[in-house]
């Protein structure tokens, strides 16, 4: 009996293979790391990668929305991830994919900026930056850019013009693409029904350890800002529901120019730490 129909797209057949590959427990991975560390031992860096690619599949959806070909976005990750094998350190204490997610996020969003033409992107810090955080912003706060409101919302967020906004939002509304693609014309079947569901307790582990590692390295980061510094940083950059700059005003009687004048000093100062801009490249 066929597991798929002969016309399954290569997608489909590449999930269902990689999902024959049994997860690793901790101390497994840890022994497989030690071997190809400090043996070179390629058979236990391909267990490592092999045990790992589902990982890399959740990721690559993740940026599906820019409209480009999800395997392509998977053999990226794929190269990020093998990246991360080679400099994983299993004396750390953390499992790998908590180290292995940067080095894929990285490399997909470096395919991304190469395969989108700068007409599209904008070459500027600011309109890179909406350019990838325009959806996690929209899906924050609840809105969809629709209206001028939602449009300056998403600007104060970001700290830029609304009409930077404004023009990013066009730019990008042509290339979305629905997470639901059907496999097969006129059937209900998708590409994502075809991705199970890592075992609770891995994913799990491997949220616990990305969010005690950020947790602890951002709090001694924080240890160089002042207390005022530190409100600001807490309540701008690292709230769910960040303050706006008329609240923050508000908190320490002082004008919103200032609290933005105070936000940028404390970034100055925490921009060369290594803990914050692993949080900046965890957020993206």
């Avoid at 929305?65 to 999800?70: E, F, N, P, R």
């Avoid at 094998?85 to 991304?112: E, H, M, T």
């Avoid at 997470?179 to 079947?189: C, F, H, I, P, S």
């Avoid at 510094?229 to 009687?253: C, G, N, Q, V, W």
């Amino acid at each position: 009996m066929k597991m798929f129909p002969e016309k399954t797209s290569a997608l489909a057949l590449y999930i269902h293979r990689i999902n024959r590959f049994p997860l690793l427990t901790k101390q497994e991975e840890y022994e497989l790391a030690v071997r190809w560390r400090e043996h070179n031992d390629i058979d236990a860096a391909h267990k490592l990668v092999v045990s790992n690619l589902r990982f890399v599949v959740k990721i690559a959806y993740e940026y599906s929305d820019y409209g480009l070909k999800i395997m392509d976005l998977i053999q990226e990750g794929n190269i990020g991830l093998m990246q991360a094998v080679k400099k994983f350190d299993p004396q750390k204490g953390f499992r790998l994919i908590s180290y292995a997610v940067w080095w894929i996020r990285a490399y997909i969003q470096n395919f991304i900026i190469k395969s989108w033409s700068l007409v599209k992107i904008g070459t500027t810090q600011a309109q890179k930056k909406l350019f990838y955080k325009m959806g996690q912003v929209k899906r924050k706060l609840g809105i969809d850019a629709a209206t001028e409101e939602d449009i300056s919302a998403i600007a104060e967020t970001l700290h830029v013009k609304d009409r930077e906004v404004r023009d990013m939002n066009g730019r990008l509304s042509g290339r979305d693409l629905s997470l639901n693609t059907a496999v097969r014309d006129g059937q209900e079947t998708t590409y994502i029904d075809f991705l199970s569901e890592a075992p609770p307790q891995e994913t799990t582990l491997i949220d616990e350890q990305e969010a005690a590692h950020l947790k602890t390295d951002i709090k001694k980061a924080l240890t160089l800002l002042n207390e005022k510094e530190t409100y600001i940083i807490r309540h701008r950059i690292m709230a769910t529901r960040p303050k706006t700059l008329a609240e923050i005003a508000d908190t320490f009687s002082i004008s919103r120019e200032r609290v933005r004048q105070i936000e940028e000093g404390a970034l100055n100062k925490l921009r060369k730490n290594p803990a914050i801009e692993r949080w900046s490249q965890h957020e993206k």
